[in-house]
């Protein structure tokens, strides 16, 4: 249970992707580099060759976490959560206390979090405090410079 990631279906897809991307690409471009680096010798002093085999062990790495977020993935299917409290996959209009406009989020799992994007974790302190709220309750959000009040304006 602990090991589970929450995404939605374009969260998998954006995943799926990436994944097939590092293995189908990525990885024959590097053993080329890898091939190409070797044939040129000392592979003690061959800046190439080290850097080509960094680039694999973080590759690698990254394929094996896309791989195990793929495996525990928990997807959030819209009609499966409740309409009238926020919960994940929900799209949650807030306006802040003492600012002019509202904004506008998504609640996601961690591993899709992108707040640029308007998409923010449900591990997150806003996100966090929104969890089963409802269209026009008020929440606190304690975050490192301080409390922040915002008022649940609408929710899809």
């Not at 990436?18 to 010798?41: T, Y």
């Amino acid at each position: 249970m602990e090991n589970q990631v929450y995404l939605t279906p374009e969260g998998v897809e954006k995943l799926r992707q990436e994944l097939d991307h590092l293995v189908n690409v990525k990885r024959l471009e590097l053993a080329e580099r890898l091939h190409h680096a070797i044939q040129q010798g000392d592979l003690s002093e061959n800046a190439d060759y080290q850097t080509a085999k960094e680039e694999q062990g973080f590759m690698e790495g990254r394929i094996q976490q896309l791989e195990g977020m793929l495996l525990d993935a928990v997807i959030i299917e819209r009609d499966q959560r409740p309409r009238h409290m926020v919960g994940l996959g929900s799209r949650v209009t807030v306006i802040e206390e003492g600012e002019d406009g509202p904004e506008t989020f998504v609640i996601v799992g961690a591993a899709e979090s992108d707040p640029s994007d308007g998409r923010i974790s449900n591990e997150s302190p806003l996100g966090r405090t929104l969890m089963t709220r409802k269209v026009g309750e008020r929440v606190t959000v304690r975050t490192p410079s301080g409390e922040i009040a915002f008022k649940i304006l609408a929710l899809d």
